[in-house]
């Protein structure tokens, strides 16, 4: 059976690597699946570093698999993957982004590579067991050794920081609806290049919804009109 694991550039799963490398796993690859304009320039960034980090340390490299849903979307704003917030109204769109853009795209690459049984290492904690979930391909088996081991979030960053790396931020896309308002205020703080990224698409999207009768969207949640005192009571260690 290959075994690879699943990279995603957050904290559990940049544990699960160090892991893997520290104890020598039999590793046969680790893949990254980059979302490039979609994903968070924070994670972007850090998966570099690690990239060279693993790259000097132990001599391995992340495969990665490119796909740009940010792009995919100004192409055609018809194609709503992500589940958007109503801009007035409350509601919310269904969720096809994971499935479409990072599930999908890894199995038809570990379909193509391998052959026989292939054993898939996540990073998920024991702290979040409800996201294990069982592979919907038939040839792919989901391992969790994180939870395994009942190591927890906070477990990961130690081992993380134990290695000499930094702890990453949260690694979802930098407009997920899933994200709390406050780490997508940070984020937008920290690369203002995304609040013009975020109202393009948002004009492109309601444009299209408009034309179709459809109720507006909103791209980020966050107001951007707001002080940073505003937000300072909610705190921002660890997103």
Known sequence: MATVISYGGGVQSTALVVLAMCERWPIDEVVHVDLLDAESPATREYVARFREWL???YGCDITVIERN???DMLDNP???PVPWHGRREKFM?????TRQYKVQPLQRYLYDKYDG????MLGISVDEYHRMRDSSAA???HVYPLVDRRLTRWQCRDIIERAGLAVPWKSSCW???FRSVVSQWALVQRYPDLV????LLEDRINAERRRRGQDEIAVLRVDMSAEQEDFCEAGFCDV
């Open 55 to 57: 790259q000097r340390e």
């Open 117 to 120: 049984r292939i054993g898939l």
């Open 196 to 199: 013009g990224m975020a109202s």
């Open 139 to 141: 040839r792919i088996e």
């Open 78 to 80: 018809g194609f709503t």
């Open 69 to 71: 849903m940010y792009q």
């Open 175 to 177: 407009f997920c609806p």
């Open 93 to 97: 769109l269904s969720r096809q982004c």
